[in-house]
């Protein structure tokens, strides 16, 4: 088993942490949160737009929390950071870690300073060490199926495919603490209409043409996109749509409908346990999975990197930093 350490114990923290519990080629070792006195009691605090599940007090027992990342890397023999923290610190984090030699699976987005980026991944190909961005929706069930259609044309080409993804303004966790700084974390853009684009740009690449229009809020100037994009060899359209524009108890959603030659396709996590399936002679359902199991496929697929010694392939830091280059495509 491998030793690591979760650094920032937010709602991502959290999540990492009950699968990373799960986990058997893991060991956690430690938690790093600025307030380490407070971890047990952020366990039955409301984070996040949606139910990751929970942990109880007991199963953090014997496993250590540190005030500083530097102290954990000190007093701590671990072989892999995840890094939870604000969007504004994972560079310096990360490379903090690489320089310690240690593996890192990073959370989304990245950096937003894509020369940021850039010397994260010249650092870790340097240091032969893994650098795994946290893309979860790269290993959703639901969207993973979507994957496979478009790949194996089972329902022949695709036409058109259209994604969204909305949730209230954030008021829990972090975000009610950093009204300063509200929009660092980029906005909805970056931090939540970045998955669909993420999962598009990872299966069909970058878009010859970007149409998109934005509306700004409380966060960003940018906090709700519509977006077409043109793929002009293979004639596909996506729609982007998505932000966070709406009151904070607004209930979060997603989903997609796509347009294939030979049927039509929607999920939505609405009505989260199938996909609908529809033809001109009838519409059938197939069991969508659970969507927390991208939490824990993408931990196993990093876990079974560092195992076997092999840089991702399904979620690499190139690709991940490109999801952000096309994210700022929107603005022009």
């Not at 996040?48 to 500083?68: M, P, Q, V, W």
């Not at 959703?140 to 478009?150: D, G, H, N, T, V």
């Not at 690449?205 to 149409?211: E, L, Q, T």
Request: charged fraction near 25%; charge should be negative.
């Amino acid at each position: 088993m491998k030793n690591v350490a979760v650094i920032g114990f937010g709602f991502m923290g959290l999540t990492h942490t009950i699968n990373i519990l799960k986990n058997k080629r893991l060991q956690l070792k430690a938690i790093v949160d600025k307030d380490p006195g407070i971890i047990e009691k952020k366990l039955t605090e409301q984070t996040g737009n949606f139910s990751t599940g929970c942990l109880s007090e007991e199963s953090l027992e014997g496993i250590r929390k540190y005030a500083s990342m530097e102290e954990c890397l000190v007093m701590e023999d671990i072989d892999a950071c995840f890094i939870c923290v604000h969007t504004g610190l994972h560079f310096d984090m990360t490379k903090k870690a690489l320089l310690a030699g240690k593996h890192v699976f990073l959370e989304k987005p990245m950096c937003l300073d894509i020369r940021q980026g850039e010397e994260l991944i010249r650092l870790a190909n340097e240091r032969n060490l893994i650098l795994m961005p946290g893309q979860v929706v790269r290993f959703m069930p639901a969207y993973l199926e979507l994957k496979r259609w478009m790949i194996a044309l089972e329902y022949g080409p695709l036409e058109f495919l259209s994604l969204s993804r909305f949730a209230g303004i954030p008021s829990w966790g972090e975000w009610a603490a950093r009204q300063a700084d509200f929009g660092s974390s980029g906005g909805a853009l970056f931090d939540l209409v970045l998955h669909d684009i993420d999962f598009v740009q990872s299966i069909l690449g970058d878009p010859d043409s970007i149409r998109s229009e934005i509306l700004p809020g409380r966060l960003s100037g940018h906090d709700y996109i519509n977006a077409i994009w043109k793929y002009d060899n293979n004639r596909i359209t996506v729609k982007v749509e998505g932000g966070l524009i709406f009151h904070s108890t607004f209930p979060f959603h997603a989903g997609f409908s796509a347009k294939f030659e030979k049927a039509s396709i929607l999920y939505h996590t609405l009505q989260p346990d199938h996909i609908s399936i529809a033809t001109d002679r009838g519409v059938m359902q197939v069991w969508a999975g659970p969507a927390n199991d991208g939490f824990s496929g993408e931990i196993e697929y990093f876990a079974t990197c560092i195992d076997e010694g092999t840089r991702p392939v399904l979620c690499t830091p190139e690709s991940a930093l490109q999801t952000i280059r096309i994210c700022y495509d929107h603005l022009k």
